[in-house]
């Protein structure tokens, strides 16, 4: 059979489409069932029509005259002379009316004839007691939905805050009242309604935007128009959370998802080949955190991370928005100790849309080859539009990308604990080629304004192939290795997700059933080991420790091929997840109060399937000889036809199992429900409370330890109270004090049976601990919040997390056949703690009466995180506890300063981003313990539009040629040496986007 060079797996894709198809010819038939026997009202009828600054009379006469509709009204009664000057293309009847006619008059239809007739004069709120329900929607004057808006009962203490696609509703008794309803960025308005008996009063709201005037012409930009829903939503949120926008973080060079987290207060990023991959958050590492797209959680592939997810793998052209919750409420996950992160996928616009953009650029590299290249390719499109008046929404996205990457790491050891003189020095020269690309289709049913229901599809994939090639000089053994490995590294993560969402007289229900799946397939992954002996005698210390990849120390002889090895490894994780919530607003002395109550469940299957086999070529038998500085077999894999060119690569035993009891399967079951209360204390003060149960069922079997008990199973329970105040000042100022609990469950490396997992080159046993509990957390978070009207905002909070059972790794020391070996057994430690500060501020100068500066503005945040933790290190039977920090940075500082001009259609932004150092891994000691020293990075992006749809812009990253040091020893101790160093280059990309 004919073999196939390292291809990736595009049966993926066949699958995804085939049930996206499926899926959504059952949505269509659903929806046309559904409406078929509804007529569409005279006031969804679009037409096209321009008032020259004429009489609302005569607009309504045009009207008339291009459609079938008539007005029917009492000039003696109500007055339509005020005069208008707009152009209304494609609008409803209904927007036209609502946009153009005075607060005096209202209407009601009939058939194809609106009646139009003067508003009742307010009257006092009726004594009787009877309730009615008021429902709307908030929008702006292009009728696009605005999530979050404040909506307050004139004189009373009752309000509420419109869901994420701008809907709310109110209990109140039978009268008439006055809403205020408030939306940074926008205007406050003012709407008169009346709550009548046995009926439920629907009201659209339309605010207009607090823009800036220019020659005549308003302008208010679509990065605002973002910003303004993201700090909407995070000013009015239950919980202390950060909301950016996709408008937002676009404007910044971020190229994937865990880069546009880097901006928030709190979040660290670490990165793979200089691209983001990894985030902390508040001063605790990757595994303590969840992550969520479109509030699913997201399993990770990669078995190297275990619970940690490499948010390289999403596609930031894809999202709406970035939510990251700090603080947990009872209706959330409990297992985020360090905090949430939801990606917010798009979703189907009130109006169409058609964005696509397209790029090209280059990265530098500090490689010394380049095999794959140097090139950039970026491609996304946006496509999103609703039919049959507005009942059917449907959004599409695509986004690609792809990047050739170098990377030259220099890695150092020593004779001893406090010497500089080098025992081995190696290189690693890295060529890459890296494809991201996504795939988006959501539609949507709204039958009417309290009912609707939304499918969700993502796919995204994350293709990696390299070629490293390793020389490792090991100058006290006299030896020099030289190794090509060549590897594929294929993830794919897929979404289903079916929501709705139900508003009922009494109560609001929603629910939502996801499937998603997340894998990882490394096929044949091949090493190429090439060696000789070597005498070092000759070289000082600086020569050695200027050794580079193409280096020949001894030009007098030849290397020669002494090992074959390959892996071929496989993770796959499934998650099966149902939520259903029931929200029932209540008065509770005269204020208005929600109780919520809910459950979920999540079934999830995990296979790590690792599989290793080694040939051991006999060089007199087989010679394969390279020359110094060389390397061999480059891009060759071991199922590659020049590969069988190698003597006895036929008895090399493909997908060879170890028996090592390193694979599992895995089985979890989390069940969840809880009561969350929301109460208005005062007019100015709320309170956020309940409590969450979560059980947790695991089974795990080892695949191949057949000598031992290859199932664990166990189950545990937890008990997750919470409380959250705040405080409003006023409308724009408040203060949130908050206390949450939450846990972390064990990795799954821990807790499979087996024996202990023996590496022999690195000398390194994994020992397993099957009887690890999960670690809880309490979190205690005070914050202040001031939000200005132009869209700004000013932060300052301090947090504290306390942790039990603390989840760490503890390292000890056996000796096997006279060589010393570093045994890593996860284990539950004492208490641990995190605590810190976060000021952060959003400012633009466009209202500061500086000309100069009018068009600028800041956006800075700073992070300081002091954790503690004891790690326990046993050597000669001796226990020694030491005190060190988590694997997270104590200072991160963000500054972006920002230029954004509508007038002539120009914005940039020069963005920075420091963090100091962070400790990676444990040594015998102090002196040799691994830490990752501080980085800064410069970046910069601009845009400059060319016509109204057109628009050209350029990114550049990097700019600082940051490298990547890691340490023997913390880097702010006096004694430290440099373990290694691996360094990117700078990047940058040039392109058109065209917005419709």
């Known amino acids: 059979m004919e073999k196939i060079k390292h291809k990736p797996k595009n049966n993926y894709l066949y699958y995804w489409l085939r049930h996206t198809c499926m899926l959504l010819a059952l949505l269509f038939y659903t929806s046309t069932w559904a409406l078929s026997n509804s007529q569409p009202s005279v006031l969804s009828t679009k037409v096209s029509v321009k008032a020259n600054d004429e009489t609302i009379e005569q607009l309504l006469k045009k009207i008339e005259s291009i459609s079938d509709i008539s007005f029917v009204y009492s000039k003696s009664k109500i007055s339509l002379n005020h005069k208008i000057k707009r152009t209304y293309t494609s609008e409803t009847v209904e927007y036209i009316l609502n946009d153009a006619l005075p607060k005096t008059v209202t209407y009601a239809t009939s058939k194809k004839k609106i009646i139009l007739k003067k508003k009742e004069i307010p009257v006092k709120i009726s004594q009787n007691q009877d309730h009615g329900r008021l429902v709307g929607i908030i929008t702006d004057i292009n009728g696009n939905f605005l999530p979050y808006a404040n909506i307050i009962v004139e004189g009373r203490s009752i309000g509420t805050i419109s869901d994420e696609v701008g809907k709310f509703s109110l209990e109140l008794e039978l009268g008439s009242y006055v809403l205020v309803v408030q939306y940074l960025g926008y205007l406050e308005t003012n709407l008169e309604v009346t709550i009548k008996e046995n009926e439920t009063t629907t009201v659209t709201v339309i605010l207009k935007e607090n823009a800036q005037e220019l020659d005549g012409t308003v302008v208010y930009g679509k990065i605002a128009r973002g910003q303004a829903k993201a700090l909407n939503e995070q000013k009015n949120a239950d919980n202390i959370k950060n909301v950016v926008s996709y408008e937002q973080f676009s404007k910044y060079a971020d190229r994937n998802a865990a880069e546009a987290l880097q901006r928030i207060p709190g979040v660290a990023l670490s990165r793979d080949q200089g691209e983001g991959e990894l985030i902390s958050i508040r001063g605790l590492s990757p595994r303590f955190n969840a992550v969520q797209v479109n509030g699913t959680r997201i399993p990770s592939p990669d078995p190297d991370t275990d619970r940690a997810v490499g948010l390289d793998l999403l596609q930031a052209d894809l999202m709406e928005s970035i939510v990251v919750n700090k603080t947990l409420t009872p209706d959330m996950d409990g297992d985020a100790i360090g905090g949430t992160v939801n990606f917010n996928l798009k979703q189907a616009p009130d109006k169409p849309i058609l964005n696509a953009s397209v790029s090209g650029g280059f990265n530098q590299q500090d490689s010394e080859f380049e095999e794959y290249g140097k090139d950039l390719q970026s491609y996304s499109v946006v496509m999103g539009k609703r039919f049959l008046n507005n009942k059917i929404g449907l959004i599409g996205a695509g986004s690609y990308y792809k990047t050739n990457r170098g990377s030259l790491l220099d890695q150092y050891t020593y004779t001893d604990d406090t010497s500089l003189d080098i025992e081995e020095k190696r290189n690693n020269d890295y060529d890459v080629k890296r494809v991201r690309y996504g795939l988006m289709l959501s539609p949507d049913i709204q039958f009417n304004e309290n009912n609707g229901l939304k499918l969700l599809f993502n796919y995204n994939v994350y293709d990696d192939d390299e070629i490293r090639r390793l020389v490792d000089y090991l100058v006290t053994d006299g030896e020099e290795e030289r190794e090509t490995r060549n590897r594929g590294e294929y993830q794919k993560h897929m979404l289903y997700q079916l929501s709705g969402d139900h508003n009922l007289d009494l109560m609001d229900i929603s629910y939502r059933l996801s499937y998603t799946e997340a894998e990882e397939d490394m096929p044949y992954r091949t090493y190429w080991r090439y060696g000789r002996d070597i005498d070092y005698s000759g070289l000082s210390n600086d020569e050695l420790t200027n050794l580079g990849v193409s280096d020949d120390p001894n030009p007098d002889t030849q290397l020669y091929l002494n090992r074959i090895r390959f892996d071929n490894n496989l993770t796959n994780d499934k998650n099966y997840e149902g939520q259903l919530d029931v929200e029932i607003p209540f008065n509770l002395f005269g204020m208005e109060s929600q109780l919520k109550v809910g459950g979920k469940m999540r079934s999830k299957s995990r296979i790590s399937d690792a599989k ?322 501080e980085e800064f990075h410069l970046d910069i992006s601009a845009s400059q539009r060319i016509t109204n749809k057109l628009s050209a812009f350029v990114q550049l990253n990097n700019l600082t040629n940051q490298l990547e040091r890691e340490y023997f020893g913390s880097p702010s101790e006096d004694f430290t040496r440099i373990h290694q160093t691996e360094g990117y280059g700078f990047w940058g990309s040039l392109g058109l986007k065209f917005e419709l």
Do not use: C
């Open 612 to 933: 290793r086999s080694q040939l051991d070529v006999d060089e007199d038998v087989n010679p394969f000889p390279i020359n110094g500085g060389n390397f061999g077999f480059i891009d060759v894999r071991a199922n590659d036809s020049e590969a069988s060119q190698v003597g006895g690569l036929d008895e090399f035993v493909v997908d060879e199992d170890q028996g090592d009891g390193s694979d599992y399967k895995a089985e979890e079951d989390a069940s969840a429900a809880y009561i969350k209360l929301t109460l208005g204390l005062a007019d100015n003060l709320s309170l956020v409370t309940g409590v969450r149960y979560e059980k947790t069922t695991n089974k795990y079997t080892a695949i191949r330890a057949d000598d031992f008990n290859s199932i664990n199973e166990f189950s545990y329970d937890n008990f997750l109270p919470s409380a959250q105040i705040k405080y409003n000042f006023n409308t724009n100022t408040l203060l949130r004090v908050a206390y949450s609990t939450g846990f972390t469950r064990p990795p799954f490396s821990a807790l499979i049976p087996g024996p202990d997992v023996v590496n022999i080159d690195e000398r390194t046993i994994t020992r397993k601990n099957p009887e690890i509990a999960p670690s809880t957390v309490n979190n205690f978070d005070i914050i202040f919040e001031k939000y200005s009207k132009n869209l700004g905002v000013f932060s300052i909070g301090v947090f504290g997390k306390f942790i039990n059972n603390q989840i760490q790794t503890q390292k000890s020391f056996e000796t096997i056949n006279n060589d010393l070996y570093t045994v890593y057994q996860s284990i539950n430690g004492e208490s641990a703690k995190a605590m810190g500060v976060e000021v952060s501020l959003v400012h633009k100068f466009l209202n500061d009466g500086v000309p100069f500066l009018k068009w600028f503005g800041v956006s800075t945040n700073y992070t300081y995180a002091f954790s503690e933790q004891k790690i326990s290190t046993v050597e000669d039977d001796e226990v020694i506890t030491r005190t060190l920090p988590f694997e997270s940075p104590e200072n991160i500082f963000n500054l972006g300063l920002f230029y954004e001009n509508p007038k002539i259609g120009l914005t940039f932004t020069i963005s920075t981003v420091y963090r100091d150092a962070i400790l990676i891994d444990l040594g015998t000691n102090e002196l040799n313990d691994f830490y990752f020293g």
